[in-house]
């Protein structure tokens, strides 16, 4: 498990930091267990995402391959399922005032890294 830095071609400034999620079994807990403070985490190969057995709303969007935002769901509720036809991936976080990912973004990676590599920014007191 690593993570990545992205950023959306209108609001480049903007950069946004998620924990990858590419298992199987990674994919399908997401952010089950965690709470509302939970690190945003990206679900890759993934078109579909449900909040069974969460107990806080979250923030989606699912983007196409080439990185285009297809659809965002905002403070999507406990207990719900959420689809998008040719989503390649899924951005998730906890739900959040703080701006977000709209339709028609065109997301850029920034940066990338290892798990080792975020357990070292969050001792420096980075990230």
Same mark, same amino acid.
């Given at each position: 498990?690593?993570?990545?830095?992205?950023?959306?071609?209108?609001?480049?400034w903007?950069?946004?930091?998620?924990?990858?999620?590419?298992?199987?079994?990674?994919?399908?807990r %997401?952010?089950?267990?965690?709470?509302?403070?939970?690190?945003?985490?990206?679900?890759l190969?993934?078109?579909?995402?449900?909040?069974?057995?969460?107990?806080?709303?979250?923030?989606?969007?699912?983007?196409?391959?080439? %990185?285009?935002?297809?659809?965002?769901?905002?403070?999507? *509720?406990p207990?719900r399922?959420?689809?998008?036809?040719?989503?390649?991936?899924?951005?998730?976080? *906890?739900?959040?005032?703080?701006?977000?990912?709209?339709? %028609?973004?065109i997301?850029?990676?920034?940066?990338?890294?290892?798990?080792?590599?975020?357990?070292?920014?969050?001792?420096?007191?980075?990230?």
């Amino acid at each position: 498990m690593g993570w990545v830095e992205m950023t959306s071609e209108m609001r480049p400034w903007r950069r946004l930091r998620f924990r990858v999620l590419s298992g199987w079994v990674e994919r399908l807990r %997401g952010l089950l267990g965690t709470g509302p403070d939970a690190e945003p985490v990206v679900l890759l190969r993934c078109g579909s995402i449900h909040t069974f057995g969460m107990t806080y709303p979250l923030d989606v969007a699912f983007v196409g391959e080439r %990185g285009e935002v297809l659809k965002v769901d905002r403070d999507l *509720p406990p207990r719900r399922v959420s689809s998008c036809l040719g989503a390649w991936l899924v951005f998730e976080r *906890p739900a959040s005032d703080e701006p977000w990912f709209e339709e %028609g973004d065109i997301l850029r990676l920034r940066a990338m890294g290892a798990e080792k590599a975020v357990e070292v920014a969050s001792g420096m007191g980075g990230a």
